[in-house]
């Protein structure tokens, strides 16, 4: 047999250097080249001058040609210039030593009569960013910052910005800073006006935590006349610059009412531009400016609502989304105005599926009395939609808008007609939308529940679904003669179901099936109450042993708790409280938006305005004893979920028998016999010897003795976002700061400082105008308990907005003493 062929050996690339010894030749190529000045001789430069930056792109090291790459920068080529600056930027970090060799040829090129030259060098020299070579940076850039040119001076600002981030010290003693604002004020060119603005609000951010005289001069930038004159300018600047101008006038506070009209008359013009940036910008300074005009901020609404529909329209589907989450923000605060405008937001084909699932948002919101017919006809056409989760929130929009009592009567017809639909996931969302509606219009059951009858319970795979419909069963039991049997069947399958959320349904169901029709339920309900107290989901365990203690006690107060007269619902809990709404509007024109979370509770990554006062270490959780409870195997994000996540997440969960240490009886009758002995294995430990407080005590002994806070205490920023999101404000209040702590507050950090002294501890804060501030500390004694704070700080009127937060919410009223004193004496002491 014929050896197989040898492969074909792959040809190197021509961008791929062989070994070192192509580095080799590259550089006596370079060697030879440098300082001639035959015919062709810059044309061989390009070329070897490609062939390295090629490496270098690819991530070859070639700064052994370094020097050789310096010696041919000597030439009035700008092509060679520009890439001979991209390489010695790239390895002058790397190689500091190296950059020394830079230096000669960077300065003499600052000084070329190419004015592009002289900002390419200087560009190249501040991005050096070698601490050792500060010293040679500030002739040139204050040089520069004179420049004849234009683009030079640009150049230059933006230097002074790297400089101070390798040395602030030596870029505040050249008085660079003066210099820039002399500079914004009285420069021709308006890309410059905006480098310079853009530089200085950047280095007096910085500086304004470390010196008083800093934040002086921030504040300066929003005194009347910049503000003035850069508005006045506004039409030279480009997209980013009259974005940096509007955010800036944003902060701005006008002195009175003239103030704000000339400003809105002056960015008038701007609601019409072709950025998006820039429109919303301006949206911005006119909403904020107009808060405290009522009758204004709504003709402000009507101006804004025509440049927003009409980016909504054209541009990408991107800038789409952002508008249209900002138009949702608007939509939320005033639906009616927008309310005739709601054709606007039909789903398009070529939408993609999130602008999609943010335009029937927007028609939920927008859908009144005059509109209902027409939005919720376009929504049921999106049902058989072949893009399921958008079918799916279009029936979910149909059921939040008959939750708003518009046209109830037609659009539950319309609901009722989705069940018969025959597609798995319309019959399951339609079943959880029915649910709801008869919770709060319980005069439509008899015509829902003869729908609902006609569905097997075979087809409804979905928990929630599922749940619904189990819960119908029980609900209106005495109106579906199959409804003992239907729980009968489902209660067999027991150890087939995975969702725990069902087989609590289950446990509810049964019960209420077994008052209104107990010869029909008896056998169904002892399984059911059986296969319960056998589930290692505890709270299915917990559920089922709680019901039989009922029946064991009293069946007419069992009846009493499970099965009460039922009162309709007449409101929904709202997903976002409008606290939160107020922070996001406040936010406006910011990511927070499209995220539709504040900037404290987004992503790590995005809390930008805040700064930690501290890294937080890992945190070391003691295990403690828990008996018999199963034990879960997690990580930390599963950690989060509740028990029933869990299960639907795919947790350790067994719903047999075997996989519970409780022995389970087999029927009702000798669930009654078998359970007592159990009741008592079951109950709660408790100590006979440790004495019973109630908080009402307890809240009396902080009180005497006084409450001690842990001086080390350390929590996490996302535990404490986790906490403040789900704990109930206990305490809101104003507080007033004296005026020394008022003047005391130009540096956040003192404050800090200050209640550190107290062992209240700080985790993020904001910027001045008003100061915010969130606190937390934890009691020194018992388990561990944290109080969470919330200080929004108002220099002009001296108060103090506190919220607290506690796990432990009757000590609240002793820590709020507690903090309360402490800010008193801010500045004071």
Same mark, same amino acid.
Request: glycine fraction near 4%; hydrophobic fraction near 40%; proline fraction near 5%.
């Given at each position: ?18 070994g070192?010894s192509?580095?080799?030749d ?10 001639s000045r ?5 044309d061989?430069?390009?070329d070897?001058?490609?062939r ?10 070639v ?5 050789e790459?310096?010696?041919c920068s000597a ?11 991209l390489?010695?930027?790239?390895y002058?970090r790397?190689?500091?030593d190296?950059?020394l ?44 910052l004179?420049?004849g040119s234009?683009?030079?001076r ?6 002074v910005l ?6 602030a ?7 660079f800073?003066?210099?820039?604002k002399?500079? =914004?004020?009285t420069?021709? /060119?308006?890309?410059?006006?905006? &480098?310079?603005?853009? %530089? @200085?609000?950047e *280095?007096w ?7 008083e ?7 300066t ?6 503000v003035y004159?850069?508005?006045n ?30 400003? =809105?008359?002056?960015?008038? /013009?701007?609601?019409?531009?072709a &950025?998006?940036?820039? %429109? @919303?910008a301006? *949206?911005k ?5 107009t808060?405290s005009m009522?009758?204004?901020?709504q ?9 927003l ?7 990408s589907?991107?800038q ?13 605060r005033?639906p009616?105005l ?10 398009q ?10 335009? @029937? ?5 927008i859908a ?11 929504l ?8 399921v ?8 929009a149909?059921?939040?808008?008959a ?11 319309r609901?009722?007609?989705f069940?018969e639909m ?7 969302e339609t079943?959880?939308?029915v649910k ?14 003869a ?9 409804v795979q979905?928990?929630?679904a599922?749940?619904?419909l189990?819960w119908?069963?029980g ?6 003669p ?12 027991w ?8 087989r609590?349904?289950?446990?509810t169901?049964?019960m209420k ?12 309900l ?6 319960g ?13 709680f019901y039989?203690r009922l029946?064991?006690?009293d069946?007419s107060v069992?009846e009493?708790?499970v ?11 709202d997903t ?5 709404k ?16 504040p ?6 990554e995005?809390?930008?305005?805040f700064?930690f ?9 003691g295990q ?7 034990r879960?195997?997690e ?10 996540e ?12 075997a996989?519970s240490g409780?022995?389970?009886?087999t029927?009702?009758n ?6 007592s002995?159990?009741t008592?294995s079951e109950t ?10 109630t908080?009402?005590?307890?809240l ?16 996490d ?12 404000v206990?305490?809101?209040q ?12 130009t ?12 062992s209240i ?5 904001g910027?001045?105008p008003?100061?915010?501030?969130f606190f937390?500390?934890?009691k ?10 919330e ?5 002009s009127?001296?108060k103090?907005?506190?919220k607290?937060?506690?796990d432990d ?21």
């Amino acid at each position: 047999m014929a050896p197989p062929p040898a492969p074909p050996q792959k040809s190197p690339s021509p961008s791929q250097p062989s070994g070192k010894s192509e580095v080799s030749d590259l550089k006596l190529q370079l060697r030879q080249l440098a300082g001639s000045r035959a015919p062709g001789a810059d044309d061989s430069k390009r070329d070897l001058f490609k062939r390295v930056i090629s490496y270098m792109t690819v991530g070859i090291d070639v700064s052994a040609a370094f020097s050789e790459m310096v010696m041919c920068s000597a030439t009035s080529d700008i092509v060679l210039k520009k890439m001979c600056y991209l390489y010695v930027g790239n390895y002058a970090r790397c190689h500091p030593d190296l950059a020394l060799l830079t230096i000669n040829f960077l300065q003499k090129d600052c000084h070329d009569e190419d004015p592009m030259i002289r900002g390419l060098a200087l560009r190249s020299l501040c991005s050096l960013r070698v601490p050792n070579l500060v010293e040679y940076l500030v002739a040139p850039l204050g040089a520069g910052l004179k420049d004849g040119s234009s683009y030079v001076r640009m150049v230059a600002a933006v230097g002074v910005l790297k400089l101070h981030h390798i040395s602030a010290a030596t870029c505040l003693d050249s008085d660079f800073p003066a210099v820039l604002k002399s500079l =914004m004020l009285t420069d021709p /060119d308006a890309q410059v006006v905006a &480098n310079c603005l853009f %530089v @200085l609000q950047e *280095i007096w951010n910085l500086e304004a935590n470390k010196s008083e005289e800093a934040a002086r001069e921030r504040e300066t930038l929003l005194s009347k006349k910049i503000v003035y004159y850069l508005l006045n300018r506004i039409k030279e600047f480009n997209e980013w610059a009259q974005c940096l101008v509007l955010e800036l006038v944003a902060k701005y506070i006008p002195s009175d009412t003239d103030d704000i009209f000339d400003i =809105m008359n002056l960015l008038e /013009d701007r609601l019409q531009h072709a &950025n998006g940036a820039v %429109v @919303l910008a301006t *949206i911005k300074v006119f909403l904020h400016l107009t808060m405290s005009m009522t009758d204004v901020h709504q003709q402000v609404y009507e101006r804004i609502k025509a440049p927003l529909l009409t980016l909504v329209g054209s541009g990408s589907s991107e800038q789409s989304y952002a508008v249209l989450s900002h138009l949702h923000l608007l939509v939320m605060r005033a639906p009616m105005l927008f309310s005739s405008d709601y054709k606007h937001f039909y789903c398009q084909f070529s939408d993609p599926s999130y602008v999609k699932k943010l335009k @029937l948002e927007m028609l939920t919101a927008i859908a009144n009395e005059s509109n209902t017919y027409e939005i919720v006809t376009e929504l049921c056409e999106y049902a058989g939609n072949v893009d399921v989760p958008i079918a799916r929130e279009s029936i979910r929009a149909v059921g939040k808008i008959a939750l708003q009592q518009y046209d109830v009567n037609a659009i539950v017809d319309r609901l009722l007609q989705f069940l018969e639909m025959e597609k798995d996931y319309v019959t399951a969302e339609t079943l959880v939308l029915v649910k709801d509606l008869l919770r709060k219009y319980p005069q439509w059951s008899h015509d829902c529940i003869a729908v609902v009858g006609n569905i097997s319970s075979k087809n409804v795979q979905e928990p929630k679904a599922k749940a619904a419909l189990i819960w119908m069963l029980g609900e209106y039991s005495q109106d579906m003669p199959d409804a003992p049997y239907i729980l009968e069947s489902l209660i067999e399958n027991w150890d087939e179901e995975n969702a725990a959320e069902v087989r609590l349904h289950l446990l509810t169901a049964a019960m209420k099936c077994f008052f209104k029709r107990p010869p029909e339920t008896q056998k169904a309900l002892g399984a059911a109450l059986a296969a319960g107290l056998a589930d290692s989901h505890q709270d299915v365990h917990d559920r089922a042993l709680f019901y039989h203690r009922l029946l064991q006690y009293d069946v007419s107060v069992a009846e009493h708790v499970v099965n009460p007269p039922k009162q309709a619902v007449s409101v929904f809990a709202d997903t976002q409280s409008s606290e939160i709404k107020d922070r996001i509007f406040d936010e406006f024109n910011s990511l927070s938006v499209v995220y539709q979370k504040p900037y404290m509770f987004t992503d790590k990554e995005h809390r930008e305005p805040f700064e930690f006062s501290e890294e937080i270490g890992n945190l070391s959780l003691g295990q403690e004893s828990v008996g018999n409870a199963p034990r879960y195997d997690e990580s930390d994000k599963d950690l989060l979920l509740s028990t029933s996540e869990r299960e639907e997440n795919g947790g350790p969960s067994t719903n047999g028998p075997a996989a519970s240490g409780y022995s389970a009886p087999t029927d009702y009758n000798s669930s009654l016999v078998s359970l007592s002995s159990q009741t008592q294995s079951e109950t709660a430990i408790s100590d006979p010897g440790m004495p019973k407080y109630t908080s009402q005590m307890t809240l009396a002994i902080d009180d005497l003795l006084g409450l001690s806070l842990n001086p080390k205490a350390a929590l996490d920023p996302g535990t404490f976002q986790r906490k403040w999101g789900q704990l109930a404000v206990s305490i809101s209040q104003d507080c007033s700061v004296s005026p020394q702590g008022v003047a005391a507050l130009t540096t956040p950090q003192a404050l800090i400082r200050h209640m550190q002294t107290s062992s209240i501890q700080c985790i993020a804060r904001g910027q001045s105008p008003n100061f915010k501030f969130f606190f937390f500390a934890q009691k020194l004694d018992g388990p561990p308990s944290f109080f969470l704070v919330e200080c929004l700080v108002n220099t002009s009127s001296a108060k103090a907005q506190v919220k607290i937060k506690a796990d432990d919410a009757t000590a609240s009223e002793v820590f709020f003493g507690l903090f309360q004193s402490a800010l008193s004496k801010f500045g004071v002491l």
